[in-house]
């Protein structure tokens, strides 16, 4: 009976959370991966903003700004960046287009003159490319298309009620 006591007490007893974890490991797999599948490719989503370049200056960054944030007049209703979104959404209906190998976006911003900046934005997919060319002045804010694509997107966000 010595013996068998002995045994026992040289054995190193399992912890609690161990049991727990050999209990609950499936179950724990199951969540996540269910998270890696399905929350994690919705948080990583790409949008057209994203694709944007990160490496600008201030002045750029701010030209930028100007023109995807641009309401209009009125500074109320439809931005370009929405306008420009929603273009593409429309070539591309239920498309996941920014994660299309194919796709990419280039945004080129050069300064003209001293508060002038024009901005390129080449969008170029497995359909084509739709290139806006806008003139951004970042004192006063005036903003106007230089190709036919710019022009029209600002018509569409100056005269969206």
Same mark, same amino acid.
């Given at each position: 009976m010595v013996r068998d006591s002995k045994k026992k007490e040289d054995r190193? %007893?399992?912890?609690?959370?161990?049991?727990? #974890?050999? %209990?609950?490991?499936?179950?724990?797999?199951?969540?996540?991966?269910l998270v890696i599948v399905f929350i994690v490719p919705e948080l990583t989503k790409g949008d057209l903003q994203s694709s944007f370049p990160e490496d600008?200056?201030?002045?750029?960054?701010?030209? *930028?700004?100007?023109?995807?944030?641009?309401?209009?007049?009125?500074?109320?209703? #439809?931005?370009v960046l929405d306008a420009i979104s929603n273009k593409i959404?429309?070539?591309y209906p239920n498309e996941k287009i920014?994660?299309?190998?194919?796709?990419?976006?280039?945004?080129t911003i050069?300064?003209?003159?001293v508060d002038e900046f024009q901005v390129i934005l080449d969008f170029k997919s497995y359909k084509g490319? *739709?290139?806006y060319d806008w003139s951004v002045n970042v004192e006063t804010s005036d903003i106007s298309g230089n190709n036919q694509n710019g022009k029209h997107i600002i018509d569409l966000v100056d005269f969206y009620d």
């Open positions: 190193p %007893k399992e912890s609690e959370f161990k049991k727990f #974890l050999k %209990k609950r490991a499936p179950v724990y797999l199951g969540v996540i991966t600008l200056s201030e002045q750029e960054k701010q030209a *930028l700004d100007k023109i995807m944030s641009y309401r209009g007049p009125n500074g109320k209703g #439809l931005s959404a429309e070539e920014y994660d299309n190998k194919k796709t990419n976006v280039d945004v050069t300064n003209t003159d490319e *739709l290139n």
